[in-house]
Protein backbone atom coordinates (compact mmCIF):
# COMPACT_ATOMS: atom_id res chain seq x y z
CA UNK A 1 0.00 0.00 0.00
CA UNK A 2 1.34 3.50 -1.14
CA UNK A 3 2.28 5.67 2.43
CA UNK A 4 1.18 8.85 2.01
CA UNK A 5 4.33 11.17 1.39
CA UNK A 6 4.70 14.25 3.98
CA UNK A 7 3.16 17.07 1.08
CA UNK A 8 0.10 15.02 1.16
CA UNK A 9 -0.34 14.75 4.88
CA UNK A 10 -3.08 12.41 4.85
CA UNK A 11 -4.37 11.76 7.93
CA UNK A 12 -4.69 8.02 9.26
CA UNK A 13 -7.00 8.37 11.60
CA UNK A 14 -10.80 9.43 10.51
CA UNK A 15 -13.43 10.81 12.42
CA UNK A 16 -13.94 14.66 13.33
CA UNK A 17 -12.14 15.68 16.42
CA UNK A 18 -14.83 16.62 19.40
CA UNK A 19 -16.39 19.98 19.99
CA UNK A 20 -15.62 21.46 22.76
CA UNK A 21 -17.73 24.65 23.25
CA UNK A 22 -16.93 27.35 20.67
CA UNK A 23 -12.91 26.14 19.45
CA UNK A 24 -10.24 28.93 18.45
CA UNK A 25 -9.46 26.30 16.09
CA UNK A 26 -11.88 23.96 14.36
CA UNK A 27 -10.43 22.11 12.08
CA UNK A 28 -11.11 19.45 9.91
CA UNK A 29 -9.70 16.09 9.52
CA UNK A 30 -8.10 16.91 6.29
CA UNK A 31 -6.15 18.79 8.25
CA UNK A 32 -4.47 16.64 10.21
CA UNK A 33 -0.33 16.42 9.97
CA UNK A 34 0.26 13.11 9.13
CA UNK A 35 3.39 12.58 9.81
CA UNK A 36 3.09 14.11 13.66
CA UNK A 37 0.69 11.23 13.90
CA UNK A 38 3.08 8.85 12.63
CA UNK A 39 5.75 10.40 14.88
CA UNK A 40 3.67 10.27 17.85
CA UNK A 41 2.09 6.44 17.46
CA UNK A 42 6.43 5.58 17.19
CA UNK A 43 7.05 6.87 20.20
CA UNK A 44 3.73 5.73 21.84
CA UNK A 45 4.67 2.17 20.36
CA UNK A 46 8.30 2.19 21.65
CA UNK A 47 7.31 3.58 25.12
CA UNK A 48 4.05 0.48 25.42
CA UNK A 49 5.47 -2.44 25.93
CA UNK A 50 8.21 -4.11 28.18
CA UNK A 51 10.80 -3.81 25.62
CA UNK A 52 13.43 -1.29 25.72
CA UNK A 53 15.28 -2.08 22.34
CA UNK A 54 12.69 -2.36 19.23
CA UNK A 55 13.89 -2.89 15.69
CA UNK A 56 12.52 -0.79 12.68
CA UNK A 57 10.85 -4.25 11.29
CA UNK A 58 8.74 -4.73 14.95
CA UNK A 59 7.58 -1.08 14.82
CA UNK A 60 6.12 -1.34 11.29
CA UNK A 61 4.59 -4.34 12.50
CA UNK A 62 3.09 -2.98 16.38
CA UNK A 63 2.17 0.81 14.13
CA UNK A 64 0.78 -0.93 10.97
CA UNK A 65 3.15 1.99 9.02
CA UNK A 66 4.82 1.16 6.36
CA UNK A 67 8.72 0.10 6.41
CA UNK A 68 9.99 3.45 4.91
CA UNK A 69 7.53 5.52 6.66
CA UNK A 70 8.64 3.85 10.12
CA UNK A 71 12.33 4.56 8.33
CA UNK A 72 11.62 8.68 7.69
CA UNK A 73 9.64 9.26 11.37
CA UNK A 74 12.96 7.20 13.00
CA UNK A 75 15.26 9.34 10.97
CA UNK A 76 13.71 12.43 11.93
CA UNK A 77 13.25 11.54 15.45
CA UNK A 78 16.87 10.08 16.25
CA UNK A 79 18.40 14.10 14.26
CA UNK A 80 15.69 15.94 17.01
CA UNK A 81 17.37 13.55 19.60
CA UNK A 82 14.19 11.85 21.06
CA UNK A 83 15.20 8.39 19.74
CA UNK A 84 18.97 6.76 19.71
CA UNK A 85 20.55 3.87 17.40
CA UNK A 86 22.64 1.20 19.31
CA UNK A 87 23.66 -0.83 16.04
CA UNK A 88 20.28 -1.75 14.26
CA UNK A 89 17.93 -1.23 17.64
CA UNK A 90 16.25 1.93 18.19
CA UNK A 91 15.45 3.26 21.99
CA UNK A 92 14.13 6.05 23.59
CA UNK A 93 16.44 9.16 24.46
CA UNK A 94 16.71 10.84 27.28
CA UNK A 95 15.73 14.24 25.67
CA UNK A 96 11.92 12.48 24.95
CA UNK A 97 11.39 13.40 28.67
CA UNK A 98 11.17 16.88 26.98
CA UNK A 99 7.39 15.85 25.62
CA UNK A 100 6.61 14.66 29.25
CA UNK A 101 8.37 17.75 30.95
CA UNK A 102 6.03 20.08 29.02
CA UNK A 103 2.82 18.70 30.42
CA UNK A 104 4.39 18.83 33.79
CA UNK A 105 5.30 22.49 33.55
CA UNK A 106 2.27 23.54 32.22
CA UNK A 107 -0.13 22.16 34.68
CA UNK A 108 2.16 22.93 37.47
CA UNK A 109 1.37 20.59 39.81
CA UNK A 110 4.76 18.60 40.52
CA UNK A 111 6.10 22.16 41.29
CA UNK A 112 3.29 23.51 43.23
CA UNK A 113 2.66 20.16 45.45
CA UNK A 114 5.75 18.58 45.37
CA UNK A 115 6.77 20.10 48.27
CA UNK A 116 3.82 19.26 50.26
CA UNK A 117 3.92 15.63 49.39
CA UNK A 118 7.85 15.70 50.38
CA UNK A 119 6.41 17.10 54.15
CA UNK A 120 3.83 14.93 54.53
CA UNK A 121 6.68 11.83 53.48
CA UNK A 122 8.53 12.94 55.91
CA UNK A 123 5.72 13.55 58.81
CA UNK A 124 4.21 10.24 58.45
CA UNK A 125 7.75 8.32 57.20
CA UNK A 126 5.80 6.75 54.48
CA UNK A 127 5.68 7.30 50.60
CA UNK A 128 3.17 9.89 49.56
CA UNK A 129 2.13 10.37 45.45
CA UNK A 130 0.13 12.59 43.31
CA UNK A 131 -1.92 11.48 40.57
CA UNK A 132 -4.03 12.81 37.79
CA UNK A 133 -7.14 11.08 36.32
CA UNK A 134 -6.22 10.53 32.70
CA UNK A 135 -9.17 8.95 30.63
CA UNK A 136 -10.53 5.66 32.89
CA UNK A 137 -6.67 5.68 34.15
CA UNK A 138 -5.15 6.83 36.57
CA UNK A 139 -1.60 8.78 35.65
CA UNK A 140 1.31 8.92 38.67
CA UNK A 141 2.98 12.36 38.54
CA UNK A 142 4.74 13.15 41.71
CA UNK A 143 6.28 10.51 44.56
CA UNK A 144 7.69 11.12 47.73
CA UNK A 145 9.11 7.81 48.16
CA UNK A 146 10.15 5.55 51.57
CA UNK A 147 11.73 2.08 49.84
CA UNK A 148 10.42 -0.44 52.85
CA UNK A 149 8.80 -3.67 52.31
CA UNK A 150 7.37 -2.36 49.18
CA UNK A 151 7.97 -4.93 46.17
CA UNK A 152 6.34 -2.07 43.78
CA UNK A 153 7.19 1.18 43.00
CA UNK A 154 5.39 3.31 40.38
CA UNK A 155 7.47 5.46 37.86
CA UNK A 156 6.30 9.31 37.33
CA UNK A 157 4.35 9.03 34.06
CA UNK A 158 3.04 5.44 34.88
CA UNK A 159 -0.36 4.72 33.82
CA UNK A 160 -3.11 2.51 36.27
CA UNK A 161 -6.65 0.82 35.90
CA UNK A 162 -8.76 3.29 38.12
CA UNK A 163 -10.43 -0.04 39.85
CA UNK A 164 -6.91 -1.35 41.31
CA UNK A 165 -6.17 2.06 42.60
CA UNK A 166 -7.47 4.75 45.54
CA UNK A 167 -7.05 7.51 43.26
CA UNK A 168 -9.10 5.96 40.63
CA UNK A 169 -12.21 5.34 43.24
CA UNK A 170 -11.93 9.14 43.77
CA UNK A 171 -11.67 10.21 39.89
CA UNK A 172 -14.83 7.90 39.01
CA UNK A 173 -16.99 9.05 41.82
CA UNK A 174 -17.38 12.25 38.94
CA UNK A 175 -17.48 9.44 36.30
CA UNK A 176 -20.70 10.11 34.45
CA UNK A 177 -22.45 7.02 32.38
CA UNK A 178 -20.33 7.70 29.36
CA UNK A 179 -17.14 7.21 31.53
CA UNK A 180 -18.40 4.36 32.97
CA UNK A 181 -19.43 2.66 29.73
CA UNK A 182 -15.80 3.36 28.33
CA UNK A 183 -14.52 1.79 31.63
CA UNK A 184 -16.29 -0.94 30.88
CA UNK A 185 -15.29 -1.48 27.04
CA UNK A 186 -11.82 -1.14 28.15
CA UNK A 187 -11.74 -3.98 31.12
CA UNK A 188 -13.82 -5.91 28.76
CA UNK A 189 -11.15 -5.84 26.18
CA UNK A 190 -8.18 -5.95 28.24
CA UNK A 191 -8.94 -8.07 31.20
CA UNK A 192 -6.14 -8.97 32.31
CA UNK A 193 -4.94 -5.19 32.61
CA UNK A 194 -2.11 -6.01 29.63
CA UNK A 195 -1.84 -2.54 28.50
CA UNK A 196 -0.99 -1.38 31.96
CA UNK A 197 2.69 -2.36 31.50
CA UNK A 198 3.82 -1.35 35.23
CA UNK A 199 1.39 -3.27 36.82
CA UNK A 200 1.31 -6.72 38.04
CA UNK A 201 -0.72 -8.77 36.21
CA UNK A 202 -4.23 -9.25 37.57
CA UNK A 203 -5.58 -12.37 39.37
CA UNK A 204 -8.06 -13.73 37.31
CA UNK A 205 -11.42 -13.79 38.50
CA UNK A 206 -15.32 -12.71 37.32
CA UNK A 207 -15.32 -9.47 35.67
CA UNK A 208 -18.98 -9.10 37.44
CA UNK A 209 -17.33 -9.22 40.75
CA UNK A 210 -14.56 -6.61 39.60
CA UNK A 211 -17.45 -4.26 38.53
CA UNK A 212 -19.39 -4.95 41.48
CA UNK A 213 -16.74 -4.35 43.57
CA UNK A 214 -15.58 -1.26 41.75
CA UNK A 215 -18.82 0.42 42.07
CA UNK A 216 -19.09 -0.24 45.61
CA UNK A 217 -16.03 1.41 46.51
CA UNK A 218 -16.51 4.68 44.07
CA UNK A 219 -19.53 5.12 46.00
CA UNK A 220 -17.81 4.69 49.50
CA UNK A 221 -15.42 7.25 48.53
CA UNK A 222 -18.24 8.98 47.14
CA UNK A 223 -19.35 9.64 50.53
CA UNK A 224 -16.71 9.33 52.57
CA UNK A 225 -14.61 11.98 50.61
CA UNK A 226 -11.29 9.34 50.86
CA UNK A 227 -10.94 6.31 49.09
CA UNK A 228 -8.79 3.15 50.31
CA UNK A 229 -6.50 0.68 48.68
CA UNK A 230 -6.87 -2.74 50.40
CA UNK A 231 -3.98 -4.57 48.44
CA UNK A 232 -5.76 -3.70 45.17
CA UNK A 233 -2.46 -4.08 43.59
CA UNK A 234 -0.46 -6.85 45.06
CA UNK A 235 -0.39 -8.04 48.30
CA UNK A 236 0.96 -5.86 51.33
CA UNK A 237 0.53 -2.59 49.24
CA UNK A 238 -1.53 -0.25 51.12
CA UNK A 239 -2.91 3.41 50.33
CA UNK A 240 -5.37 6.10 51.36
CA UNK A 241 -5.63 9.16 49.02
CA UNK A 242 -7.65 12.15 49.42
CA UNK A 243 -8.82 14.45 46.30
CA UNK A 244 -7.59 17.97 45.98
CA UNK A 245 -9.49 21.09 44.57
CA UNK A 246 -8.69 23.40 42.62
CA UNK A 247 -9.90 27.03 42.69
CA UNK A 248 -12.75 26.41 40.87
CA UNK A 249 -13.66 23.63 43.35
CA UNK A 250 -12.82 20.46 40.36
CA UNK A 251 -10.84 18.19 41.30
CA UNK A 252 -7.44 18.39 39.99
CA UNK A 253 -5.31 15.68 41.46
CA UNK A 254 -5.46 12.68 44.19
CA UNK A 255 -2.94 12.83 47.24
CA UNK A 256 -2.04 9.12 48.21
CA UNK A 257 -0.23 8.09 51.37
CA UNK A 258 1.12 4.37 50.48
CA UNK A 259 1.94 1.66 53.15
CA UNK A 260 2.46 -1.79 53.62
CA UNK A 261 0.66 -4.47 56.11
CA UNK A 262 3.89 -5.17 57.92
CA UNK A 263 3.32 -1.88 59.31
CA UNK A 264 -0.28 -1.20 59.49
CA UNK A 265 -3.93 -2.29 58.74
CA UNK A 266 -6.23 -0.82 55.88
CA UNK A 267 -8.13 0.84 59.25
CA UNK A 268 -4.81 1.79 61.41
CA UNK A 269 -3.41 3.65 58.06
CA UNK A 270 -6.28 5.27 57.40
CA UNK A 271 -6.99 6.88 61.38
CA UNK A 272 -3.40 7.55 61.49
CA UNK A 273 -2.81 8.88 57.70
CA UNK A 274 -5.83 10.62 57.10
CA UNK A 275 -5.36 13.94 59.97
CA UNK A 276 -1.96 14.76 58.34
CA UNK A 277 -3.40 13.80 54.66
CA UNK A 278 -6.09 16.48 55.48
CA UNK A 279 -3.90 18.98 56.64
CA UNK A 280 -1.60 18.57 53.49
CA UNK A 281 -4.24 18.82 51.33
CA UNK A 282 -5.26 21.93 52.86
CA UNK A 283 -2.23 23.47 52.32
CA UNK A 284 -1.85 22.22 48.57
CA UNK A 285 -5.27 23.71 47.50
CA UNK A 286 -3.97 27.33 49.00
CA UNK A 287 -0.98 26.39 46.62
CA UNK A 288 -2.99 26.28 43.72
CA UNK A 289 -5.56 29.22 44.62
CA UNK A 290 -2.37 31.59 45.45
CA UNK A 291 -1.66 33.40 42.34
CA UNK A 292 1.27 32.20 40.25
CA UNK A 293 3.47 33.02 37.30
CA UNK A 294 3.05 32.85 34.26
CA UNK A 295 6.50 31.47 33.26
CA UNK A 296 6.66 28.02 34.36
CA UNK A 297 9.83 26.36 35.33
CA UNK A 298 12.43 26.94 32.83
CA UNK A 299 13.17 24.02 30.62
CA UNK A 300 16.52 23.01 29.79
CA UNK A 301 17.29 25.06 26.31
CA UNK A 302 16.70 22.83 23.54
CA UNK A 303 17.94 22.28 20.65
CA UNK A 304 15.90 24.26 17.85
CA UNK A 305 14.38 22.25 15.16
CA UNK A 306 14.58 24.39 12.12
CA UNK A 307 14.99 24.16 9.00
CA UNK A 308 18.69 23.85 8.77
CA UNK A 309 17.86 20.56 9.76
CA UNK A 310 15.67 19.96 7.08
CA UNK A 311 18.27 21.68 4.31
CA UNK A 312 21.30 18.74 5.89
CA UNK A 313 19.35 16.07 5.40
CA UNK A 314 16.69 16.71 2.72
CA UNK A 315 13.68 14.65 2.13
CA UNK A 316 14.51 12.04 4.79
CA UNK A 317 13.96 14.31 7.49
CA UNK A 318 10.14 15.02 8.38
CA UNK A 319 9.96 18.88 9.06
CA UNK A 320 6.49 19.12 10.24
CA UNK A 321 6.93 16.17 12.69
CA UNK A 322 9.55 18.72 14.13
CA UNK A 323 7.64 21.19 13.92
CA UNK A 324 4.61 19.89 15.90
CA UNK A 325 6.78 18.42 18.70
CA UNK A 326 8.47 22.18 18.93
CA UNK A 327 4.61 23.27 19.61
CA UNK A 328 3.98 20.23 22.52
CA UNK A 329 7.24 21.07 23.80
CA UNK A 330 6.37 25.25 23.91
CA UNK A 331 3.82 24.05 26.12
CA UNK A 332 6.05 23.86 29.04
CA UNK A 333 6.98 27.58 29.19
CA UNK A 334 4.15 28.64 30.30
CA UNK A 335 2.03 27.63 33.40
CA UNK A 336 -1.83 26.68 32.81
CA UNK A 337 -3.80 27.60 28.65
CA UNK A 338 -2.16 28.81 25.89
CA UNK A 339 -3.83 30.66 22.87
CA UNK A 340 -2.67 29.44 19.34
CA UNK A 341 -0.54 32.90 18.46
CA UNK A 342 1.13 32.93 21.75
CA UNK A 343 2.59 28.67 20.81
CA UNK A 344 3.20 30.51 17.18
CA UNK A 345 5.32 33.32 18.66
CA UNK A 346 6.96 30.92 20.87
CA UNK A 347 7.49 28.35 18.20
CA UNK A 348 8.37 30.96 15.80
CA UNK A 349 5.64 29.02 13.60
CA UNK A 350 3.79 30.59 11.14
CA UNK A 351 0.28 30.58 12.42
CA UNK A 352 -1.18 28.11 10.17
CA UNK A 353 1.16 25.78 10.81
CA UNK A 354 0.88 25.68 14.77
CA UNK A 355 -2.87 25.84 14.14
CA UNK A 356 -2.14 22.15 12.44
CA UNK A 357 -0.40 20.96 14.91
CA UNK A 358 -2.88 21.59 17.83
CA UNK A 359 -5.65 20.24 15.66
CA UNK A 360 -3.60 16.80 15.47
CA UNK A 361 -2.59 16.96 19.21
CA UNK A 362 -6.44 17.75 19.90
CA UNK A 363 -7.25 15.01 17.74
CA UNK A 364 -4.85 12.25 19.29
CA UNK A 365 -6.08 13.37 23.52
CA UNK A 366 -2.78 15.35 24.32
CA UNK A 367 -4.35 18.66 23.67
CA UNK A 368 -8.08 20.16 24.74
CA UNK A 369 -9.31 23.95 24.06
CA UNK A 370 -10.56 25.87 26.68
CA UNK A 371 -11.86 28.63 26.84
CA UNK A 372 -8.65 30.57 27.66
CA UNK A 373 -6.11 28.50 25.03
CA UNK A 374 -4.93 25.34 24.60
CA UNK A 375 -4.02 23.16 27.62
CA UNK A 376 -1.81 20.08 27.53
CA UNK A 377 -3.14 16.98 28.60
CA UNK A 378 -1.56 13.82 31.05
CA UNK A 379 -1.61 11.43 28.33
CA UNK A 380 1.13 13.14 26.78
CA UNK A 381 3.49 11.16 29.44
CA UNK A 382 2.86 7.76 27.29
CA UNK A 383 5.10 9.07 24.98
CA UNK A 384 7.98 7.47 26.62
CA UNK A 385 8.14 9.44 29.91
CA UNK A 386 7.43 6.73 32.74
CA UNK A 387 10.66 4.69 31.03
CA UNK A 388 12.75 7.75 30.77
CA UNK A 389 12.01 9.02 34.44
CA UNK A 390 13.45 5.34 35.77
CA UNK A 391 16.60 6.04 34.18
CA UNK A 392 19.76 6.41 36.33
CA UNK A 393 22.78 8.54 35.92
CA UNK A 394 25.34 5.23 34.64
CA UNK A 395 22.19 4.42 32.32
CA UNK A 396 22.49 7.97 31.09
CA UNK A 397 25.52 8.18 30.73
CA UNK A 398 26.58 5.10 29.37
CA UNK A 399 25.49 5.69 25.50
CA UNK A 400 27.63 9.13 25.57
CA UNK A 401 30.83 7.22 26.76
CA UNK A 402 30.62 4.50 23.93
CA UNK A 403 30.59 7.50 21.51
CA UNK A 404 33.49 9.00 22.98
CA UNK A 405 35.56 6.48 23.46
CA UNK A 406 34.83 5.45 19.86
CA UNK A 407 35.95 8.94 18.70
CA UNK A 408 38.84 9.08 21.25
CA UNK A 409 40.30 5.40 21.49
CA UNK A 410 40.90 5.88 25.51
CA UNK A 411 38.77 4.52 28.16
CA UNK A 412 36.00 7.15 29.68
CA UNK A 413 34.06 7.04 33.07
CA UNK A 414 31.71 8.84 35.29
CA UNK A 415 32.09 8.75 39.13
CA UNK A 416 30.48 10.99 41.35
CA UNK A 417 31.83 12.03 45.21
CA UNK A 418 31.46 10.00 47.93
CA UNK A 419 32.91 10.90 51.18
CA UNK A 420 36.54 11.75 50.46
CA UNK A 421 36.28 9.13 47.57
CA UNK A 422 35.09 9.22 44.00
CA UNK A 423 32.92 5.77 43.17
CA UNK A 424 32.61 4.95 39.90
CA UNK A 425 29.17 5.19 38.46
CA UNK A 426 30.13 4.16 34.62
CA UNK A 427 32.42 2.62 32.58
CA UNK A 428 33.31 1.94 29.21
CA UNK A 429 37.14 0.48 28.32
CA UNK A 430 38.98 0.80 25.09
CA UNK A 431 39.99 -2.15 23.73
CA UNK A 432 43.46 -0.81 24.49
CA UNK A 433 45.50 -2.36 27.79
CA UNK A 434 45.10 -0.31 30.31
CA UNK A 435 47.41 -0.72 33.88
CA UNK A 436 44.49 0.10 35.75
CA UNK A 437 41.74 -2.36 37.06
CA UNK A 438 38.95 0.09 37.42
CA UNK A 439 34.70 -1.50 37.45
CA UNK A 440 32.01 0.65 38.07
CA UNK A 441 31.97 0.65 41.86
CA UNK A 442 35.66 0.99 42.27
CA UNK A 443 36.39 3.97 44.98
CA UNK A 444 39.87 5.78 44.56
CA UNK A 445 40.70 8.81 46.58
CA UNK A 446 39.13 12.00 45.36
CA UNK A 447 42.43 13.97 46.16
CA UNK A 448 44.51 12.28 43.65
CA UNK A 449 42.00 11.75 41.00
CA UNK A 450 41.26 13.84 37.97
CA UNK A 451 36.82 13.48 38.61
CA UNK A 452 38.14 13.87 42.22
CA UNK A 453 39.56 17.28 41.81
CA UNK A 454 36.48 18.18 39.50
CA UNK A 455 34.37 17.47 42.49
CA UNK A 456 36.27 18.66 44.71
CA UNK A 457 36.38 22.05 43.16
CA UNK A 458 32.70 22.05 43.01
CA UNK A 459 31.90 22.08 46.34
CA UNK A 460 30.80 24.95 48.32
CA UNK A 461 33.75 26.69 49.24
CA UNK A 462 33.33 26.31 53.04
CA UNK A 463 32.69 22.70 52.20
CA UNK A 464 36.25 22.87 49.33
CA UNK A 465 38.24 23.50 52.43
CA UNK A 466 36.64 21.42 55.52
CA UNK A 467 37.04 18.53 53.31
CA UNK A 468 40.79 19.49 51.96
CA UNK A 469 41.67 19.87 55.44
CA UNK A 470 40.08 16.69 56.56
CA UNK A 471 42.59 14.67 53.93
CA UNK A 472 45.50 13.53 54.38
CA UNK A 473 47.69 13.25 50.91
CA UNK A 474 49.23 9.72 50.68
CA UNK A 475 52.65 9.37 48.63
CA UNK A 476 50.85 7.00 45.98
CA UNK A 477 53.52 7.63 43.28
CA UNK A 478 56.55 9.51 43.88
CA UNK A 479 54.67 12.38 41.61
CA UNK A 480 51.62 12.40 43.97
CA UNK A 481 50.71 15.90 45.30
CA UNK A 482 50.87 15.39 49.42
CA UNK A 483 50.76 18.71 51.08
CA UNK A 484 47.86 20.36 52.09
CA UNK A 485 49.00 23.84 50.20
CA UNK A 486 49.68 21.89 47.13
CA UNK A 487 46.04 19.77 47.63
CA UNK A 488 44.55 23.30 48.06
CA UNK A 489 46.43 25.41 44.68
CA UNK A 490 45.61 21.69 42.71
CA UNK A 491 42.08 22.06 43.34
CA UNK A 492 42.07 25.71 42.74
CA UNK A 493 43.48 25.21 39.40
CA UNK A 494 41.29 22.85 38.27
CA UNK A 495 38.32 25.23 39.26
CA UNK A 496 39.86 27.94 37.58
CA UNK A 497 40.53 26.51 34.43
CA UNK A 498 36.89 24.04 34.46
CA UNK A 499 38.70 20.99 34.34
CA UNK A 500 41.04 18.15 36.16
CA UNK A 501 44.36 16.80 35.16
CA UNK A 502 46.61 14.45 36.91
CA UNK A 503 49.71 13.09 35.54
CA UNK A 504 51.20 10.32 37.10
CA UNK A 505 50.08 10.84 41.16
CA UNK A 506 47.71 7.86 41.27
CA UNK A 507 49.68 5.51 39.70
CA UNK A 508 53.25 5.70 37.66
CA UNK A 509 52.26 5.80 33.48
CA UNK A 510 48.27 6.89 34.05
CA UNK A 511 46.78 10.39 32.95
CA UNK A 512 43.58 11.25 33.53
CA UNK A 513 41.82 14.29 32.46
CA UNK A 514 38.13 15.13 33.64
CA UNK A 515 35.33 17.65 33.23
CA UNK A 516 31.94 18.31 35.38
CA UNK A 517 28.61 17.11 34.85
CA UNK A 518 25.81 19.30 36.16
CA UNK A 519 22.38 18.88 36.65
CA UNK A 520 19.43 21.14 34.67
CA UNK A 521 20.27 23.33 38.08
CA UNK A 522 24.13 23.86 37.09
CA UNK A 523 25.36 21.57 39.94
CA UNK A 524 27.78 19.53 39.93
CA UNK A 525 27.05 15.94 39.96
CA UNK A 526 29.18 14.00 38.60
CA UNK A 527 32.50 13.82 36.77
CA UNK A 528 33.48 12.36 33.25
CA UNK A 529 37.28 11.58 32.56
CA UNK A 530 39.11 9.58 30.03
CA UNK A 531 42.12 7.96 31.36
CA UNK A 532 45.50 6.69 29.29
CA UNK A 533 48.87 5.44 29.47
CA UNK A 534 51.57 8.95 29.80
CA UNK A 535 53.47 7.33 27.26
CA UNK A 536 51.01 7.77 24.51
CA UNK A 537 51.68 11.45 23.83
CA UNK A 538 52.49 14.61 24.89
CA UNK A 539 50.54 16.17 27.81
CA UNK A 540 49.99 18.93 25.31
CA UNK A 541 48.67 16.44 22.76
CA UNK A 542 46.84 14.83 24.95
CA UNK A 543 45.06 18.09 26.33
CA UNK A 544 44.43 19.02 22.59
CA UNK A 545 43.11 16.12 21.24
CA UNK A 546 40.71 15.02 24.39
CA UNK A 547 39.74 18.21 26.05
CA UNK A 548 36.85 19.41 23.25
CA UNK A 549 35.67 15.75 23.08
CA UNK A 550 35.35 15.63 26.51
CA UNK A 551 33.61 18.83 27.02
CA UNK A 552 31.07 18.05 24.30
CA UNK A 553 30.31 14.44 26.07
CA UNK A 554 29.95 16.02 29.55
CA UNK A 555 27.47 18.68 27.84
CA UNK A 556 25.63 15.74 26.28
CA UNK A 557 24.96 14.05 29.49
CA UNK A 558 24.00 16.98 31.31
CA UNK A 559 21.62 18.41 29.01
CA UNK A 560 19.89 14.41 29.00
CA UNK A 561 20.49 14.83 32.93
CA UNK A 562 18.43 18.49 32.93
CA UNK A 563 15.45 17.15 30.57
CA UNK A 564 14.91 13.61 32.88
CA UNK A 565 15.69 15.60 35.80
CA UNK A 566 13.14 18.65 35.34
CA UNK A 567 10.57 17.01 37.66
CA UNK A 568 12.56 13.59 38.78
CA UNK A 569 15.27 12.64 40.57
CA UNK A 570 18.00 10.80 38.46
CA UNK A 571 19.98 8.39 40.99
CA UNK A 572 23.63 8.54 41.03
CA UNK A 573 23.88 4.52 40.45
C1 LIG B 1 1.67 4.59 44.97
O1 LIG B 1 1.93 5.79 45.00
O2 LIG B 1 2.55 3.75 44.80
C2 LIG B 1 0.24 4.16 45.14
C3 LIG B 1 -0.76 5.12 45.29
C4 LIG B 1 -2.09 4.70 45.44
C5 LIG B 1 -2.38 3.36 45.45
C6 LIG B 1 -1.38 2.42 45.31
C7 LIG B 1 -0.07 2.82 45.15
O3 LIG B 1 -3.66 2.95 45.61
Known amino acids: MPQPTEAQDAPE ?99 LLGPHAVALADALDESVSVAVPDGDGVRFLAQATRRRAMAISFRTGDLLPAERCAPGALFAARWDAADHERWRERRTKDPLDTGFPSMPPRPAGPSDEVEAEFLDRVREAREAGFAVDDQLIEPGLLAVALPVRGPD ?59 GLKEELGSGFLQSLARGLDVLRAFGSVRGPVRLSELARRTGL ?108 ALPEAERAARLGRITPEALTPRTVRTHEGLDEAVATTAARGYGWVEQELEEGLRSLAVPVTDGTGHVVGAVNVALHAGRATPEESLATLLPALRETAALISADLAAVGRFTRVTPA
Open 13 to 111: VQGAPEAQGAPEVAGAPDELVGPLERGLAVLRAMAAGPEVRHRPGDLARTTGLARSTIDRVTTTLVRLGLLRTEGRDLLLAPRAAELGNAYLASCGLPE
Open 249 to 307: GAVVCAVSVVSHTSRHSAASLTEQALPPLRRAVTAMERALAAPGTEEAAPAAPADPSGS
Open 350 to 457: PRATARRSLITLRHLGYVREEAGGFLVLPRVLELGYARISGLSLPEIATPHLVALVLRVHESASVAVLDGDDIRYVARVASTRIMHIDITVGTRLPAYATSMGRVLLA
